[in-house]
């Protein structure tokens, strides 16, 4: 029997003293200005003006590198590259953009950092609260781990925590330099790892929501702006009739910079061709926001296109077409009773709601996703063939069957521009009342997007909004908003460095099991 096993964790101090010793990453606060607030003294029990302190938290990304690279089986993967040879493109490896990088002509196994940016709500989101404790969070993960490995929240890393008010107050750069400047480290020195190796890397991509990824990169906030493609320089209106790339404007350095000149110079206008402002993420060495080619389908798609098009469709089976194909009862006890395999029926789609002002049908990202697989099998024996409203459905089918491949060829890519083509085409055609949305213009530059960086599914922000989960349960356990963003980031790193040598996979064995369990 063990006499007092915890005599030597007893204490927060004792414990971080602990897990400095197994390599904790502590995270650091970094001042962005300060703010004047209200305080009760409580001696004269009067109100009185403060000045407090506006902070982020940052966890140092080299630091968190070289614990990373301390773990033998990610080691492997950073210095075995894993480039398919029979010219099928499975991840950002096999895309155009990793050829053209000159880090990865002097070195193919140099870190490949891909990061992520997304707001969330660390308590409820209808409640008064919501706004203040706002955070702001950017990860990320090493894509020279095959995207198997990636997939497991446990190998996505945190960079920094911040609260949305502030990043509103004093701007992204002000975040981002401190960043920036150990990227360029890493770009140009280094990291020593205890082996004697120096790895070099550089950030290749960036995932966010399109509204994130416009804030982040300096571009126009609105997709009711004439020019809300950070990709091209189409206009809202041009993007109603052109489908074929070939016929855009896409943006380049030059124009870039000029527009960027022009938009600081501007005092009536907030920006110019859809550029707003600088951003420091151009200072890094192998890095620029017009290279930044993860558009992102789960946004796009499952909470966009894919529910936009079942509303109009569904509402002319069930409402408009005479007689109805089906009533929306029918149609909800169809999809409720509908047998759906073993992974689908953890996303069974809810009561869909057609009579409503949103452009959806109320089911979040995977249930859509569910819903348009599996309705040909729920309703499409009842409808005629050559019906060009579920013709427009099968079309879209036919464009996700390649966007959400896992892997694919330079066939398959060539394909989908000509699809794509013919179902905006389609669109206009069974509806034309109706404007396509932003998310069908950005559907034009998949294809692009797929030959520079590989499958659009390994760099989508499904698994990186799942991460957020972590956190949310993280502050309900706290319960303390008094810094919500050190005491997530504390704990974060805190499990990190506790499991830093067995988060690469869960690991189940016969006999003697072992079950590495830890979701962080």
């Not at 966010?208 to 126009?220: M, T």
Request: glycine content about 4%.
């Amino acid at each position: 029997m063990l006499e007092k096993p915890f005599e030597n964790l007893n204490s927060e101090y004792k414990r971080t003293k602990y897990c400095e010793s197994i390599g904790l990453v502590e995270p650091q606060e970094i001042k962005l200005g300060i703010r004047y607030d209200s305080r009760l003294n409580k001696r004269t029990k009067q109100y009185e003006q403060i000045a407090i302190e506006d902070t982020f938290v940052y966890v140092p990304i080299l630091d968190s590198l070289k614990q990373l690279l301390s773990n033998k089986d990610i080691l492997h993967f950073a210095t075995h590259d894993h480039k398919s040879t029979d010219g099928v493109m499975r991840d950002y490896c096999d895309g155009s953009q990793f050829e053209k990088t000159p880090l990865f002509h002097e070195d193919e196994n140099a870190l490949q950092i891909h990061c992520f940016y997304d707001d969330f709500e660390t308590v409820n989101p209808i409640g008064s609260k919501t706004k203040i404790h706002k955070i702001g969070a950017l990860y990320f993960i090493l894509k020279n781990l095959p995207p198997k490995y990636n997939s497991n929240l446990s190998n996505i890393n945190l960079i920094a925590l911040w609260y949305a008010e502030d990043a509103k107050k004093y701007g992204f750069n002000a975040i981002l330099k401190h960043i920036v400047k150990d990227i360029n480290i890493l770009s140009t020195v280094g990291i020593a790892l205890p082996n004697g190796i120096v790895k070099k890397g550089t950030i290749t991509q960036i995932s966010a929501d399109n509204l994130g990824a416009n804030s982040l990169l300096g571009f126009v906030e609105s997709f009711s702006a004439h020019y809300y493609c950070r990709l091209c320089v189409t206009s809202k209106e041009e993007a109603q009739n052109k489908f074929k790339e070939v016929s855009m404007d896409m943006r380049t350095r030059q124009t870039y910079e000029q527009h960027l000149e022009e938009a600081e110079a501007q005092t009536t206008q907030s920006h110019v061709f859809g550029v707003k402002q600088k951003t420091v993420l151009n200072d890094c060495i192998y890095f620029h926001v017009l290279a930044n080619f993860s558009l992102d389908i789960m946004h796009d798609l499952l909470e966009g296109i894919v529910q936009y098009e079942l509303k109009l469709v569904l509402e002319y089976f069930i409402y408009e077409r005479q007689p109805p194909l089906l009533s929306q009862d029918e149609l909800n006890q169809r999809v409720a009773s509908h047998c759906l395999n073993r992974t689908d029926n953890k996303n069974k789609p809810s009561f869909i709601k057609l009579r409503s002002a949103r452009n959806d049908v109320g089911q979040k990202a995977m249930q859509a996703w569910c819903l348009i697989r599996n309705l040909p099998f729920i309703i499409a024996q009842d409808i005629e063939e050559g019906n060009v409203y579920w013709e427009l459905l099968l079309r879209l089918l036919d464009c996700m069957d390649i966007i959400f491949a896992p892997q694919l060829t330079a066939g398959l890519i060539a394909q989908l521009s000509i699809l794509t083509e013919e179902h905006h085409t389609h669109f206009q055609k069974t509806f034309p009342d109706r404007r396509l949305l932003p998310k069908h213009h950005f559907m034009v530059h998949y294809p692009t997007c797929l030959r520079e960086v590989g499958p659009l599914i390994h760099v989508w922000c499904m698994r990186y909004e799942a991460k957020h989960h972590y956190f949310g349960r993280v502050a309900e356990s706290v319960r303390n908003y008094k810094n919500i963003c050190k005491s997530l980031a504390k704990k974060h790193q805190t499990a990190r460095s506790i499991f830093s040598q067995t988060i690469l996979w869960n690991i189940w064995r016969l006999g003697q099991v072992v079950h590495y369990f830890c979701q962080i």
